[in-house]
């Protein structure tokens, strides 16, 4: 079993529908928990990032973490076309230090016109 | 503010070569992390270097070594390479102390024939 487990889709929705995405976990360790979404043959580029549990909202994009559930979601309000992207979903522990993030598989998603 | 750069963008090698791409921090960053991205999968931590030294290593082979320098810079080194290796590499730098959140480059794409 893999540490973290993401739905890899496609996910195909229209234009102006609210996503939801979502990640599980299995290492109760984990306390930051981070959203990237990564355009085709680029790199990852960090959207959210909260710590422990709760929620925290940036603009159009929501992240929920509930660490009792070892679930985390990301929203995306009022999707648009240039949402389309693969969105990973990535977590590390706190030890103190710089840390390795450990990383969905991804799910990717299509906003239709 | 300078975002990460990696080099080369492309590579095409042979099985049993070796191969050394590149990475520049961006700016007031003094830790880097390397991770490998296989098509369809979440990038993987290969290790990760801070004051010059190796912070946290993955389940990668010792043929698999980096390096950083005082500018922060980094560089991976994939010696004896194997077609598993072709993939993703991307670099990742962050502000070890403060906080967890990493930025990552472009990357750079391996072709191992």
């Known amino acids: 079993q893999k540490e973290v487990e993401q739905d890899p889709g496609p996910l195909s929705v229209p234009e102006g529908a609210i996503v939801s995405l979502n990640c599980t976990y299995s290492?109760?360790?984990?306390?930051?928990f981070m959203w990237y979404r990564q355009y085709s043959r680029k790199g990852p580029e960090l959207l959210m990032y909260t710590y422990s549990s709760g929620n925290k909202e940036d603009g159009r994009f929501t992240a929920q973490v509930d660490k009792s559930s070892k679930y985390i979601s990301l929203f995306i309000r009022d999707s648009q076309p240039s949402d389309s992207a693969t969105y990973l979903c990535a977590m590390s522990t706190s030890t103190g230090g710089g840390n390795k993030l450990t990383f969905g598989t991804g799910t990717q998603l299509k906003v239709e016109l | 503010e300078t975002g990460v750069t990696q080099s080369p963008t492309h590579l095409i090698k042979t099985r049993g070569q070796q191969v050394t791409l590149r990475c520049s921090s961006q700016s007031g960053h003094n830790t880097v992390s390397w991770y490998q991205q296989a098509l369809g999968q979440g990038p993987q931590f290969i290790f990760q270097y801070y004051r010059e030294e190796e912070n946290g290593r993955g389940n990668f082979p010792p043929r698999f070594s980096g390096l950083q320098f005082p500018n922060y810079s980094s560089e991976l080194n994939v010696n004896a390479l194997e077609l598993d290796d072709s993939a993703l590499y991307l670099c990742?730098?962050?502000?070890?102390?403060?906080?967890?959140?990493?930025?990552f480059g472009p990357g750079t794409r391996l072709t191992v024939l």
């Open positions: 290492n109760s360790a984990f306390q930051y």
């Open positions: 990742a730098s962050s502000l070890r102390g403060t906080s967890n959140e990493q930025f």
